[in-house]
């Protein structure tokens, strides 16, 4: 649960124009699928609070349990997950280290004498990633 939300939100921002601020496009974002997460969070709510109506003690107590989870889950989706994903953005742009934010990575370019250094899984990867990145695989 909550999965599927984030992967739609993160699959749209990353879908639009990275030359654009951060903040603008999670608004961006936000406009386009924060009414069908909403409504598929809304019936998921339904639907459990439905089976609060049930007789059988497991699927009573697992709905009760449910309902405040899916809603706590949405709320997180819009706060916090957001706030990350606009944190991370920053980080990216400002070039820092995922990890040790103090330091910054250096860019690095590829020639021929350090293509043949790579290892054979490092040069694998490398065409892997050119070719999953292609227009008609993507």
Known sequence: MGLDDALIITGFYFRLDPNQDAVERVKDTMDDVGMSIFLTTLTSSLAFGLGCTSDIPAV????????????????????????????????????????????????VEHNADEVSKMSEVDRFMERYAKFLVRPYVK
């Not at 309902?67 to 980080?91: G, H, K, M, N, S």
């Not at 040790?100 to 990575?105: D, E, I, P, T, V």
């Open 60 to 107: 009573f107590c697992l709905c009760v349990y449910a309902v405040p989870t899916i809603v706590l889950i949405l709320l997180w989706q819009l706060t916090f997950f957001i706030a990350c994903l606009i944190l991370d953005e920053r980080r990216i742009q400002a070039n820092h280290s995922d990890c040790l934010r103090c330091f910054s990575r250096k860019e």
